[in-house]
């Protein structure tokens, strides 16, 4: 606990730190000129006089919105790699195009009879099925990334097996000309794999270029061997805005989710472990991502902008919030083992160690719902996945039962019309 203070102390002061030197820059044209000095070398930029002009002119800004945003919300934001970008070059970081979105959503409920409800938390990181974060650069391929994410995940779900997977694969063949940096949807580019015979290379195979190629399916080692796409199923629509949906399904694997970038976005730091809720009203997504984690206070969400953004970029978003659009459009590929063994060893795993530490098992509920099935103890199956919930309502020494339920002759607690 002492550990944990002095890290949050640290990252505050830190904070603390920055949000001086932020509002020095704003009080000195001097000081703004410095940090905007110190920005250039430490992004490697170089630019025109001309151009640099236009360019301190963005990063004042910058600079003022973060410093509003740090005095408004519980989450961090920093100056960071877009703090000097056009909104015609920050959205090429960007891709998703919803006009393609034109099917009818296709929900299927992930639980089934042996799953009560969804863990309270869940960790697809820790579970080792969460590759490293890579970076679309300015090509607008954040579907294809947050697609293959979520194949990744699933793939390493099935067979045991983690791949990287090629996205420029994805980008280059799914649409007639190759034409993917314009934009594009999850499920197109799950179903090109699909109908390419169910083949796709990995990224080591077919590297991430950034940009439009030409489409290449000649590779003949594919990466997703030991299993068959069935289809992509989509949970969600503009219509059907449920985070329970989304959280069913993620207990289950990653999944490709959307959100509507707004400015704020941009500049999210988190390093401190900071949960993102920005309320400003936003329209339909921009961006897909792949969710890989939750616990009853965030979803973790992995981007594809790099490490350097966000909280090594990662961002938790929090639960029981719909702003910027977020479970408007969730969805995953539904995979079937292909009858042959993948024996390839896994590809490295992500390095982000943000998340928060649960504890261990023995006594601890592992399904969201259990004070609404406390009173249902006397059974095995609610027993084991309410540890923490049958054992105040079972072994407590003031005989005081969940609130609703009393205790019946039994000794169990339930609703009294259960007695």
């Given at each position: 606990?002492?550990?944990?203070?002095?890290?949050?102390?640290?990252?505050?002061?830190?904070?603390?730190?920055?949000?001086?030197?932020?509002?020095?820059?704003?009080?000195?044209?001097?000081?703004?000129?410095?940090?905007y000095s110190s920005f250039e070398k430490s992004h490697g930029r170089h630019y025109e006089p001309a151009e640099e002009r236009m360019r301190l002119k963005i990063f004042q800004k910058s600079v003022q919105e973060v410093a509003e945003l740090n005095s408004k919300h519980n989450w961090h934001s920093v100056i960071n790699d877009f703090s000097d970008k056009t909104e015609e070059e920050k959205r090429s970081y960007l891709g998703l195009n919803i006009s393609r979105a034109m099917s009818p959503p296709s929900?299927?409920?992930?639980?089934?009879?042996?799953?009560?409800?969804?863990?309270?938390?869940?960790?697809?990181?820790?579970?080792?099925?969460?590759?490293?974060?890579?970076?679309?650069?300015?090509?607008?391929?954040?579907?294809?990334?947050?697609?293959?994410?979520?194949?990744?995940?699933?793939?390493?779900?099935?067979?045991?097996?983690?791949?990287?997977?090629?996205?420029?694969?994805?980008?280059?063949?799914?649409?007639?000309?190759?034409?993917?940096?314009?934009?594009?949807?999850?499920?197109?580019?799950?179903?090109?794999?699909?109908?390419?015979?169910?083949?796709?290379?990995?990224?080591?195979d077919y590297p991430y270029q950034g940009s439009d190629g030409t489409c290449d399916t000649s590779n003949t080692n594919n990466v997703i061997k030991g299993a068959v796409i069935d289809r992509y199923i989509e949970l969600s629509t503009t219509s059907n805005l449920n985070e329970m949906t989304t959280i069913n399904a993620l207990a289950q694997g990653p999944l490709s989710v959307t959100i509507k970038v707004i400015s704020s976005f941009y500049s999210y730091d988190g390093k401190n472990g900071d949960i993102y809720d920005d309320s400003t009203m936003a329209g339909f997504p921009n961006h897909a991502l792949t969710a890989v984690a939750y616990t009853s206070k965030y979803i973790l969400i992995k981007n594809s902008w790099g490490k350097s953004w966000g909280d090594d970029g990662y961002i938790k978003v929090a639960r029981n919030w719909y702003g910027c659009a977020m479970h408007?459009?969730?969805?995953?590929?539904?995979?079937?083992?292909?009858?042959?063994?993948?024996?390839?060893?896994?590809?490295?795993?992500?390095?982000?160690?943000?998340?928060?530490?649960?504890?261990?098992?023995?006594?601890?509920?592992?399904?969201?719902?259990?004070?609404?099935?406390?009173?249902?103890?006397?059974?095995?199956?609610?027993?084991?996945?309410?540890?923490?919930?049958?054992?105040?309502?079972?072994?407590?020494?003031?005989?005081?039962?969940?609130?609703?339920?009393?205790?019946c002759s039994d000794g169990v607690c339930r609703h009294i019309h259960m007695c």
């Open positions: 606990m002492m550990k944990m203070f002095c890290l949050f102390a640290l990252f505050a002061l830190a904070a603390s730190n920055d949000d001086m030197m932020l509002s020095a820059a704003l009080n000195s044209p001097r000081q703004m000129a410095n940090l929900l299927t409920p992930r639980l089934t009879s042996s799953n009560l409800a969804a863990p309270a938390s869940k960790s697809w990181i820790k579970e080792g099925a969460v590759t490293e974060v890579k970076n679309q650069g300015s090509c607008g391929s954040c579907w294809a990334f947050g697609a293959l994410g979520s194949l990744e995940g699933q793939y390493k779900s099935l067979t045991g097996v983690l791949r990287q997977m090629s996205e420029e694969n994805v980008l280059d063949c799914t649409y007639p000309g190759g034409n993917g940096c314009n934009g594009g949807w999850m499920k197109d580019g799950i179903n090109f794999i699909k109908n390419n015979q169910n083949k796709l290379a990995s990224m080591a408007m459009y969730v969805g995953y590929p539904s995979l079937s083992k292909s009858g042959i063994t993948d024996n390839s060893p896994s590809d490295p795993v992500t390095h982000y160690t943000g998340e928060d530490d649960d504890g261990g098992d023995e006594d601890k509920d592992v399904v969201g719902n259990c004070p609404l099935l406390a009173p249902y103890c006397d059974m095995d199956r609610i027993k084991g996945a309410c540890a923490k919930s049958c054992g105040a309502c079972t072994d407590d020494n003031d005989g005081s039962c969940p609130g609703g339920t009393t205790r």
